[in-house]
C-alpha cells in the first residue's frame, strides 16, 4: 500500500466574506508612485493581499463578534473590564491589568515609570516602538540578542534568545543601578518572528533577579512563541499552551501587550504588572494619556472580544493551524531557492533582501524597494524591515544599517486561505526572475521618528 498524506486544515470555516479586487498593472505602478514607494503610505482599496501586518488586522470569531453585542459602554467600572481582567490572570497570571488602546502606549507608560535619564535597558533585539519610548524615557537601548540571530541563513531553534555573556557585561559596565529591567520579546518581531526557550528565559530571569533589575515581557506574539517551546524544545512536547504560555509569564515582572496581534482583534492591549505601587503609579498615568483605568482607551465591547480572544490565542488547534500557514507560504517560496529568514517564523515571512539584491547598497534601501516593486507586480502589499525600520543612530545621524534588511510579508490571523498563499509565493517567484532589473531608492521626505511609516522615496537615477 502506498503511504497516503492527510493534510490539516484550518480549524474554522467561513462565515462572512469580504471581496478583493485587483487594480490593472498601470494603475498599481501610479498608486505606488502617489504613495512615495511606500507600501503604508497606499490606500487599502488599492491592495489585493494585504500582507503589511498582522497587526489589527486578524478576523474575530462569531464568539467574540456576540460579545461585541455585550459591551457595557459605561464610562467607569465597564463590566467587560473585569471579564478582561479576570482573563488576563487566568491565563498570564499578571496580578494587576492597565488597559491601553494598543501595545505603544503600554511600552510609553512602563519606560516612563521605571527609566530614569542614563539608564540603559537591554533586548532581545530592539522593536520600534518599543526602542524610541525608551529612549524618549532617557535610555539607551542595548541589544543582547544572540550573534545568531543576526544572519539570515543561520539555522537556530530559539533565534530570540538572550545572550547570557552579553547581558552580564552590560551589568560589569554600566552598574546594575543603571538598568531598571530587560525587555525580553516573545516572539522577536525583528528578526523574524524567532522564539525564545523557556530554559533561556528562566537563566535571564534569575540573572536579572539576582541583579535586582526586572525582567518586562514583550508578549506580543506569545502564543506563538509557546507553540515553538513546545514543538522544539526538549521535555517540553507533551505540556499544553496553557501550562507553557503561564510558564513564560511567571519568569517576568510585567508586560506589555499588543492584543492587535495574539489576540485576534483589530483593536487593544494592555500593560501588567505583579508589585503593587507600580500598578498604581500606572494606573494614575493612564488616566493622562489613555483614559481612566477601567477602559484605557477600549471601548467595552473592544475589551469583551479581547477578553475572548485571550483564550481563543492559546487553543492548540488554532495556533497550530495559524503557523502552520506561515511556513506553508515560507517553505513554498523558499524551495524555489529564493533567500529568505530561516527558521521560518510564526508571523510571517522574511525576504531577505540583501542576498535578493546583492547590487543594492543598504544605503539604497533595498528592502524597500523590493516590497515596492512586489505590489507593483502583484498588488501584494508587504513592508520594510531593514535600514529605513532601523532609523539613524541618535548620536551619529548615520542610517543604522542593521545586519538584516528584509522584507516582511505578514499573515494576518484567519484571513486568507491557503491559495491566497499560493498567489503570493507565484508572485515573489515573478520578481525573483526579474531581481536584476530592480533599482535602489533615495529619500525624498524623512520624518524625525519612526520615519518607515510615513517616508517617502523616489527610484534614484
Ligand atoms: C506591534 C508590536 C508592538 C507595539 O504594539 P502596537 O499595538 O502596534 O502599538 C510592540 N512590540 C512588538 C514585538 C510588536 O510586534
Not at 543576526?150 to 531553534?157: G, I, R, T
Not at 533565534?159 to 552590560?170: I, T
Not at 518581531?189 to 535571564?204: F, K, T
Not at 515596492?372 to 502589499?381: C, P
Request: with cysteine; proline share 4%.
Amino acid at each position: 500500500m502506498p503511504t497516503r498524506r492527510r493534510s490539516w486544515a484550518e480549524p474554522w470555516k467561513i462565515k462572512m466574506v469580504e471581496p478583493l479586487k485587483m487594480l490593472t498593472a498601470d494603475e498599481r505602478k501610479a498608486a505606488i508612485e502617489g504613495a512615495g514607494c511606500n507600501t503604508f503610505l497606499l490606500r487599502s482599496e488599492d491592495v489585493y493581499i494585504d500582507l503589511l501586518t498582522d497587526s489589527g488586522t486578524s478576523a474575530m470569531s462569531d464568539r467574540q463578534w456576540a460579545g461585541m453585542m455585550l459591551g457595557d459602554e459605561a464610562y467607569a467600572g465597564s463590566r467587560n473590564y473585569y471579564h478582561l481582567e479576570d482573563a488576563v490572570r487566568d491565563v498570564y497570571g499578571y496580578k494587576h491589568l492597565i488597559p491601553t488602546h494598543q501595545g505603544r502606549a503600554a511600552e510609553h507608560m512602563i519606560s516612563r515609570l521605571l527609566i530614569e535619564e542614563g539608564d540603559f535597558v537591554p533586548g532581545n533585539m530592539y522593536f520600534t516602538t518599543t526602542r524610541l519610548h525608551q529612549e524618549m524615557a532617557g535610555a539607551t537601548f542595548v541589544d543582547v540578542i544572540i550573534d545568531e540571530a543576526h544572519q539570515p541563513d543561520l539555522m537556530h531553534p530559539f533565534k530570540g534568545n538572550v545572550d547570557l555573556d552579553k547581558f552580564q557585561a552590560l551589568i560589569d559596565e554600566v552598574g546594575a543601578e543603571k538598568i531598571p529591567y530587560i525587555s525580553d520579546a516573545t516572539t522577536v518581531n525583528m528578526c523574524g518572528g524567532q522564539p525564545i526557550s523557556l530554559e533561556n528565559l528562566r537563566q535571564v530571569s534569575e540573572l536579572a533577579h539576582a541583579n535586582g533589575i526586572l525582567v518586562i515581557h514583550d508578549m506580543t506574539r506569545v502564543a506563538e512563541n509557546a507553540l515553538l517551546i513546545k514543538e522544539r524544545e526538549p521535555g517540553q512536547a507533551d505540556r499544553s499552551m496553557e501550562e507553557i504560555v503561564r510558564d513564560i509569564c511567571d519568569l517576568t515582572d510585567g508586560c506589555t501587550m499588543s492584543s492587535k496581534k495574539d489576540h485576534l482583534v483589530n483593536i487593544g492591549g494592555f500593560l501588567a504588572v505583579n508589585d503593587d505601587a507600580l500598578a498604581d503609579k500606572a494606573r494614575n498615568m493612564v488616566v493622562i494619556y489613555e483614559g481612566l483605568h477601567t477602559y484605557g482607551g477600549m471601548s467595552g465591547r473592544d475589551m469583551e472580544a479581547l477578553s475572548i480572544g485571550i483564550y481563543e490565542s492559546i487553543q492548540y488547534d488554532h495556533i497550530h493551524a495559524r503557523v502552520g500557514q506561515v511556513h506553508y507560504l515560507g517553505n513554498k517560496i523558499a524551495d524555489e531557492g529564493i533567500p529568505i529568514m530561516k527558521p521560518i517564523g510564526t508571523h510571517g515571512v522574511f525576504l531577505d533582501a540583501k542576498r535578493f539584491l546583492p547590487h543594492l547598497d543598504q544605503d539604497e534601501f533595498p528592502a524597500q524597494a523590493l516590497a515596492a516593486e512586489l505590489y507593483v507586480e502583484s498588488g501584494v502589499r508587504a513592508m520594510e524591515r531593514g535600514n529605513v525600520s532601523a532609523g539613524r543612530n541618535p548620536d551619529t545621524g548615520e542610517n543604522r544599517r542593521p545586519a538584516l534588511e528584509l522584507v516582511r510579508l505578514t499573515i494576518p490571523r484567519r484571513v486568507y486561505t491557503q491559495a491566497h498563499m499560493d498567489v503570493v509565493a507565484e508572485s515573489v517567484m515573478e520578481i525573483w526572475d526579474k531581481r536584476e532589473s530592480i533599482g535602489g531608492l533615495e529619500f525624498t521626505y524623512e520624518p524625525e521618528y519612526l520615519r518607515f511609516f510615513q517616508a517617502r522615496f523616489r527610484p534614484k537615477c
